[in-house]
Nanobody
Framework: QVQLVESGGGLVQAGGSLRLSCAASGRTLSDYVMGWFRQAPGKEREFLASIGWTGTTTHYDPSVKGRFTISRDNAKSTVYLQMNSLKPDDTADYYC????????????WGQGTQVTVSS
């Protein structure tokens, strides 16, 4: 099982940028499809983006496409989420998750990092 630790959250003004990192340990990162999710207070957790094993295949939720970019560095066992043009509605806890073998189930989760966007 892979262990995931997110970092990079914080307070940012609307229009600003943040880069989240997800450091993986315990298993080879290239064995996993990786994803980013978020959960705002009182709301369901929502999918943001995913990236395939080599980083050449990505998928985005329409709400963040064009503003957020997912990437990975398997040599560093790290996945990133670059977030630009942030809005107050982006305020949430952000989680990375791992899908072993790309089976379609994200069953390894980090503890999350909080992002707050002020207006």
């Amino acid at each position: 099982q892979v262990q995931l630790v997110e970092s990079g959250g914080g307070l940012v003004q609307a229009g600003g940028s943040l880069r989240l990192s997800c450091a993986a340990s315990g298993r080879t990162l290239s064995d996993y499809v990786m994803g980013w999710f978020r959960q705002a207070p009182g709301k369901e957790r929502e999918f943001l983006a995913s990236i395939g094993w080599t980083g050449t295949t990505t998928h985005y939720d329409p709400s963040v496409k064009g503003r957020f970019t997912i990437s990975r560095d398997n040599a560093k066992s790290t996945v990133y989420l670059q977030m630009n043009s942030l809005k107050p509605d982006d305020t949430a806890d952000y989680y990375c998750a791992a899908d072993y073998g790309g089976r379609g189930t994200f069953d390894n989760w980090g503890q999350g990092t909080q992002v707050t966007v002020s207006s």
